[in-house]
């Protein structure tokens, strides 16, 4: 066959089209981001629309796997995991759709990043769209197996080393986080909002010194994850979780209002400088 005929049979390549926002239209949103890219060792029972089979998503799996199905049925869903395709939605909605069809034993890697894409098969098209995430934390992947069963070999050489690794991690509210990161101690809050009208809404809180939480605290800047903006604050790490709680719910509502005050009040002059400065102190989560 000459290069003529070879170039005319070969198949079209599909171009991948990236999805900044894998989870928009969720409700969940927030939440999915945040243990998706900073909390450690979590779980919450996924709102389905029409399964009866109960399965619970997860931060991270034995061997950072996509989805497994422990011995006792229980069926888990990854979401840190190795490998990624352009639509985060579609690996999960993949995997899960795995997992409801697995059984006891079962273990899905890697999540299918490869086969091409077609309609039912993202996330939002298995989740309840208004449902929140009942999240629980650990201190510990303890939960990777059954009750009463004790580790051994392999198992217990990963399970160590993931147990080992993990930062002390407490939920505030919605998307909103304390982590302890070695020394320093920072509040990381995934917020639902546009990234301009959420960055109006904390330069009009800076302009008017009320961006912190209060003694012990400052604004530390941003970072973006899957198409949401993630304000981070720097605290005393001698603090303990629950003493930010309060004042990180008083932010919340000085943020809402903030937020539903820009239609009526644009941004002056000095809210604007603080908005540019803002932009400049943009982080990289390591």
Request: hydrophobic share 40%; charged share 30%.
């Amino acid at each position: 066959m000459g290069k003529a005929a070879r170039k005319k049979n070969k198949a079209p390549k599909v171009r991948e089209v990236f999805v900044a926002q894998p989870f928009e239209g969720l409700a969940a949103e927030p939440e999915l981001i945040a243990l998706r890219e900073f909390v450690p060792s979590a779980t919450a029972p996924l709102p389905l629309k029409d399964s009866g089979r109960e399965v619970t998503v997860a931060t991270v799996l034995p061997g950072a796997a996509a989805a497994f199905v422990r011995t006792d049925e229980r069926v888990f869903v990854g979401l840190q995991v190795q490998t990624r395709s352009s639509d985060i939605s579609r690996d999960l909605g993949r995997s899960l759709a795995w997992a409801l069809e697995a059984k006891p034993g079962d273990v899905l890697s890697v999540p299918d990043t490869t086969t091409p894409g077609s309609e039912g098969e993202r996330l939002q098209d298995f989740l309840v769209a208004d449902a929140e995430l009942d999240v629980t934390l650990y201190e510990n992947f303890d939960w990777w197996l059954p009750e009463d069963t004790d580790p051994e070999g392999e198992v217990k050489l990963s399970l160590d080393r993931a147990n080992e690794a993990i930062m002390p991690t407490e939920r505030l509210g919605a998307g909103s986080y304390w982590v302890l990161a070695g020394e320093k101690a920072h509040l990381r809050w995934v917020r639902p909002e546009p990234e301009n009208a959420l960055l109006q809404a904390l330069a009009r809180l800076s302009a008017a010194g009320e961006l912190g939480l209060g003694e012990g605290s400052r604004y530390a800047g941003s970072f973006r994850a899957h198409g949401l903006l993630v304000p981070v604050w720097d605290l005393d790490p001698e603090a303990h979780a629950r003493e930010w709680a309060e004042p990180a719910e008083q932010l919340g509502s000085r943020l809402d209002e903030a937020l539903a005050s820009l239609d009526k009040e644009p941004l002056n002059a000095v809210e604007r400088r603080a908005r540019d400065g803002l932009i400049g102190r943009q982080l990289t989560l390591r």
